[in-house]
């Protein structure tokens, strides 16, 4: 007897279709499984035999040969289980083929039949009704996440017995399983706000976020860097459906999906430590997961104390900022993560974090001009607003003053960057920040007054082309927070307060 | 001159027994012409040291010395007529003394301006203002090429069109720090000398330094210290001074200034204070070759907001956020008073979003 059943295998986020095929002939008695298999997989021999055999299901003696197409793609991952299960069973005639067709299985199986949670259900769930498959059995665990996607079936299923009666018809297969609300009371609200004072740095957070420019927060300890970055995904605009089914995906591979019962709505904020791995940032490992970059994808990535990393960590950021997507050529084949995140990284200004305030700073100029050269100048050449953070003073601390919340500033975000999505129509690009250099004279015209006026201020302060390019994409960005149409001046002096670091403030040497 | 150079050069012998072997010997050459017989006679003179001139007379000196000439460094010893009168005078002078460029002149006044490698914006702009007026009044400047105060001096030197020069502690060929390379090279060019005590090619080690400052100390006719902390190197520079009898004057600071304090206990134990730079010339009885000027306030021409920034700068710098409170401008406005303060070259920018006034 033969039989087919449908499943699906992770690649990146994408899901790929699987089929496992079973047959079970006379001949030796044999369980044989082909078809590119990974070791977890191959392991599931043992396990779905246990769990069959506790299911008052023996295996008979003879011959049982189980494969997975397509055969040229690697089989990981822990789901299945179930599939080989149902394959086995339904060759030896114990389920009817019919009952099996245009259904999807995924699932872990313990040695008792019972079904274990499995990662990036959404995505394959998502691919199933894509193929035109109408109904999928999970593991009951993960009947949350599957509902996510509308217009196929989802079955919850504990055990291997509950799966049998539901493909008999015996149980119901639509049973809605209750949300579990535990995560949602642990989400904190913040807000805006809840700083006081800061209006510099607020300022620049809006900004940077206007027209999704990278940014670098220099300041002492406890100045509120970390506080302020938090809160940088809270006046970013909602994400459309698409972006949120894209991060649920991402969520889902990994495993972090949130047991909520609704797509994930919150922009995330993620702020790995700075002993990360490459791996862990860009994503990797032996069976390829997303890293760092791509949980922030549609948020905020903020890397404290940012001269801390390891240099080639932060290297690998460099191609991924560029794309906004990561690639990950393995050699069980190439994995594709969406990494679109604003970057957002804090340092202090030096070891004792004290500088430039000599009475305070303990440092050398040697260990001074040391910590800023630990990071890389590629990597500083992608922010392109820094400030600095000074610590606050107490009366601000305790400030009665109202400070304006997120929804507020939310508000100007939206409408700042809905101007530049329309400016932007024809272009392969949405924001400012991402303006290429061939069109930055289009899009950031100066007049004659500025030029010269920029000319002036390019040897006063020492600018690069870079850092002056910079300087016009943020000035755009200045110019559409107040819906104007040509940068002005005021603008331009702006956004010289804001311009990327310039590391001859940590050099002495100052005739050079 | 080979002699001095080979007696110079003889592993594990100092100033002190080179002294010592010269005064009993009479010149080098007839130290290095001695047989081991006359040499054992030599008084206190020990068996190591037997062996080290022994091994030393081994050397290919003459070439060495040669090949010294070849690099553009000169060499001279105490003994020799060319070497400055101004260390002679001093305790414990350094025996051999190798230099790029010229050597200090016997005549013109020469200052050195000494301070901390760590100083403020402020001590900075004030080291480089002195270099500049007292070069253009004809006073040399003499001082460690080191970062911070050392290195605005000099370069204050060079740009009020005198001499400088840079006692180092490691060979003179040798530039330390390696980011001064562009003063160690202006230095050259502007007829000013790379003096150490040490041949080419040493490396820059701790305990050369407080050597150096003793022939800093040698070298002028008074110490200027800008910036010091409580327990800073550049004392040792004034306790030489003082030592060889050389007028000292600290610039002033204020009393919370951690980079002050130094300065302010040199002018409590007696250090001359500078109150201005003109007044510093003056009591150096040098003459001023041009009207110098002195930024006003009043003088200057600012607008409204400008004025206000201004006044709320002073020599410490301030972040923009304090700013933001203090005169309770609107971003955009501050930051176009600050650009055009910027512009105008009354302000300066010293770290990110900190500016101070400029001197």
Known sequence: MYSIISTASIQGIRSVPVCVEADVSDGMPVFEMVGFLSSEVKEAKERVRTALKNNGCTLPPRHITVNFTPADIRKTGSGFDLPIAIAVLAAMGEIKAESVKDTLFIGEMGLNGKL????????????????????????????????????????????????????????????????????????ETIDFSEIHGQHFIKHACEVAVCGMHNLLMIGPPGAGKTMMAKRISTIMPPMSEQEQMELSKIYSVSGLFPRQGKLMERRPFRAPHHTISMQGLAGGGILPKPGEISLAHKGVLFLDELPEFQKNTLEVLR????????????????????????????????????????????????????????????????????????????????????EEDSETIRAR???????????????????????????????????????????????????????????????????????????????????ICYRSVDKRFWNRDREA | MHYDYWLANIPGIGSKTIQKLLLAAGSAEEIYRMGEAQTEKLAGIGLKLKERLRDAKRKDFEREYEELRQKDVCFTSSEQKNY???????????????????????????????????????????????????????????????????????????????????????????CYPSEARNLYAEILNKKGGILS???????????????????????????????????????????????????????PGRICDSLS????????????????????????????????????????????????????????????????????????????????????????????NYYIRRL
């Not at chain 1, 302060?461 to 850092?467: D, Q």
């Open chain 1, 116 to 187: 274990q949670p499995v990662n990036g259900i959404l995505p394959m769930v998502a691919g199933a009704k894509r193929q035109g498959l109408k109904r999928c059995v999970v593991p009951e665990e993960n009947v949350y996440e599957a509902q996510m996607v509308t217009g196929i079936k989802v079955c919850g299923a504990e055990c291997l017995r509950t799966v049998l009666s539901i493909l008999n018809g015996e149980s119901d297969c639509g049973r809605v399983q209750k949300i579990l609300p535990r995560d949602e009371v642990c989400e």
């Open chain 1, 319 to 402: 191609q991924p900022m560029e794309e906004k997507q990561v690639r990950l050529v393995r050699i069980s084949g190439t994995f594709e993560y969406p990494a679109d995140f604003m970057l957002v990284a804090a340092m202090n200004p030096c070891r004792c974090g004290y500088y430039p305030d000599l009475n305070k700073c303990r440092c050398s100029a040697n260990e001074i001009s040391r910590y800023i050269g630990k990071i890389s100048q590629p990597l500083l050449d992608r922010i392109e607003i820094c400030v600095e953070t000074p610590r606050i003073p107490f009366r601000e601390l305790t400030g009665r003053d109202v």
């Open chain 1, 413 to 495: 975000v939206v409408l700042a960057q809905r101007i530049q999505r329309e400016r932007y129509q024809k272009e392969s690009f949405d924001f400012n920040s991402q303006i290429p250099a061939s069109k930055l004279e289009s899009y950031c015209t100066l007049n004659a007054g500025q030029t010269a006026y920029m000319e002036q201020m390019y040897k006063t302060l020492h600018l690069t082309a870079r850092s002056y390019h910079k300087i016009l994409k943020v000035a755009r960005t200045l110019a559409d927070m107040e819906q104007e149409e040509k940068i002005k001046t005021r603008h331009l002096d702006e956004a």
């Open chain 2, 84 to 174: 400055p009168n101004k260390l002679r005078n001093m305790p414990d002078p350094p025996y051999a003394l190798y230099w790029k460029g010229e050597l200090v002149e016997e005549s013109a006044c020469s200052v050195a301006i000494v301070g901390a490698r760590q100083c403020s914006e402020y001590g900075y702009a004030v080291a480089k203002e002195l270099g500049v007026k007292l070069a253009s009044c004809g006073a040399v400047i003499v001082s460690g090429m080191a970062r911070g105060i050392d290195a605005g001096g000099q370069w204050g030197a060079i740009k009020g069109g005198g001499k400088t020069f840079a006692v180092l502690g490691c060979g003179p060929d040798v």
């Open chain 2, 197 to 251: 005590e040490y041949p080419p090619g040493t490396q820059p080690r701790a305990g050369y330094f407080p050597c150096r400052n003793r022939i800093i100390a040698g070298l002028c006719d008074c110490v200027v210290v800008v910036e010091a902390k409580e327990r800073s190197g550049s004392l040792i520079t004034v306790d030489c001074a003082l030592e060889q009898g050389k007028d000292v004057y600290a610039v």
């Open chain 2, 261 to 352: 304090a130094g300065c302010n206990s040199l002018i409590e134990q007696g250090a001359g204070i500078v109150l201005s730079v003109e007044e510093l010339i003056e009591k150096l009885g040098l003459l001023p070759t041009h009207e110098l000027n002195c930024r006003n306030f009043k003088n200057l021409l600012l607008e409204k907001q400008e004025r206000m920034v201004y006044c709320c700068l002073g020599c410490q710098p301030k972040n923009i956020e304090t700013l933001l409170r203090e005169t309770a401008l609107s971003m955009s406005e501050l930051s176009a008073a600050l650009a055009k303060l910027i512009q105008k070259e009354y302000i300066i920018e010293c770290f990110k």
